[in-house]
């Protein structure tokens, strides 16, 4: 069952703006993992956070988690041409991660 | 680096047919994952496997099995492929994750094989 969900579907940013992208979803989590996929690729890990986590960062991204509102988001700072791609949510419980169906960023030079 | 490679990029297959879909992974990962990616869709879970022998569906196992018989590879079979399988095929592993219970971190993903019934 779809359990994550990005929000917007696409984002489309200047070179060294922000964007930030959210994940909604509906159950009780372990933790949720954020990916990056370029275009006809496999999908690439970029950073976990737990569900007593609520911050954490890793170089350029930013992640938070409320667990209240069951939600993330993904901020990318200073962002550059080679950060297009489509980011994906994952929500991981029970042995199995869940994906949502992504958020397509264009970042323009 | 972790590597995982899937067997083909890109296979063109005819209704009937039985497909394997092979994935190696080279970091000696318990769990692997087969997901298919659609448009639309995003990624959706086949089947798994936390163990050698063992399998666990996922959301869409119908029309699919799988087989790993050995800790590094993981099989996945159509018995006889539809066109509603033209898909991109993604392999993954990981460690048993270290949240508790049953946990995965961080999954390794293979390119994919774009896979083709016509």
């Known amino acids: 069952s779809q359990q994550g969900e990005e929000d917007p579907q696409a984002l489309s940013i200047q070179e060294g703006e922000n964007a930030t992208m959210n994940c909604s979803y509906k159950?009780?989590?372990?933790?949720l993992q954020w990916y990056r996929q370029n275009s006809g690729r496999g999908l690439v890990h970029l950073i976990l956070i737990r569900s007593n986590e609520r911050e954490k960062h890793s170089g350029r991204l930013r992640v938070t988690l409320d667990t209240s509102k069951k939600s993330s988001s993904l901020l990318i700072t200073a962002s550059r041409a080679a950060d297009t791609a489509s980011y994906f949510c994952?929500?991981?419980?029970?042995?199995?991660?869940?994906f949502g169906k992504g958020t397509k960023l264009s970042v323009i030079p | 680096d972790v590597k995982v490679t899937q067997s083909s990029r890109y296979l063109v297959k005819r209704t009937g047919e039985k497909v394997f879909l092979e994935c190696v992974q080279d970091?000696?990962?318990?769990?692997m994952f087969w997901y298919r990616q659609d448009p639309g869709l995003g990624l959706r879970l086949i089947y798994f496997s936390y163990d050698v022998k063992m399998k666990e569906k996922g959301d869409i196992p119908e029309g699919y099995s799988v087989s790993r018989e050995k800790k590094e590879r993981f099989s996945l079979i159509l018995e006889s492929a539809s066109t509603n399988q033209t898909s991109m095929y993604l392999c993954?592993?990981?460690?048993?994750?270290?949240?508790?219970?049953?946990?995965?971190?961080?999954?390794?993903f293979g390119p994919g094989t774009r896979l083709t019934v016509t």
């Open positions: 994952a929500t991981q419980r029970n042995y199995q991660l869940t």
């Open positions: 993954a592993s990981s460690y048993p994750g270290t949240s508790g219970g049953r946990g995965i971190d961080e999954q390794y």
């Open positions: 159950t009780s989590i372990n933790n």
């Open positions: 970091m000696d990962h318990e769990n």
